[in-house]
């Protein structure tokens, strides 16, 4: 059963292949694809996982291009764009422990490090200025899911 996916959801996982992607050679470790589904979608089996990420990675190499990283994305993806909504909604409270609608660029930093330890600070200040363009210091949900979708 292979979900199709619009062009909005591609643009947003190739948004986060690139985030991983830090030495730019277009390919991913396995272990960052579940990383990415894992702030990406609410919950699957960690051995299907398993399987197709074995079964996209033939040549052994532990890593996937992107064709590869969207066909395993799309298996997990929830065709319902309120579901990915939901689910970057809890990523966001995540960090927005006060619930203020907003977080501070620095935990939006601490993001990006996390999700890619090859950032370099000017990378990261320059993905942080890119989002945070009202210069307030402070990502809101919008912002946020710009970021993350490109909408």
Do not use: C
Not at 76 to 85: H, N, P, T, V
Not at 87 to 95: I, T
């Amino acid at each position: 059963m292979t979900t199709q996916i619009d062009d909005e959801q591609i643009a947003m996982l190739r948004r986060a292949f690139s985030m991983f992607d830090s030495s730019k050679q277009g390919r991913i470790e396995k272990e960052k694809v579940r990383t990415i589904l894992n702030t990406m979608v609410h919950s699957y089996d960690d051995r299907e996982l398993d399987q197709i990420l074995d079964s996209e990675d033939a040549d052994g190499s532990g890593k996937l291009n992107f064709d590869s990283f969207v066909r395993v994305a799309t298996h997990f993806l929830d065709e319902d764009d309120e579901a990915l909504q939901k689910e970057l909604k809890e990523a966001f409270r995540l960090y927005d422990k006060e619930g203020n609608g907003y977080i501070p660029t620095s935990s939006l930093r601490e993001i990006l490090a996390a999700l890619d330890d090859q950032l370099t600070p000017d990378q990261l200040n320059e993905m942080i200025a890119e989002i945070d363009t009202d210069d307030s210091g402070t990502v809101d949900f919008d912002e946020f899911m710009e970021m993350m979708t490109g909408d």
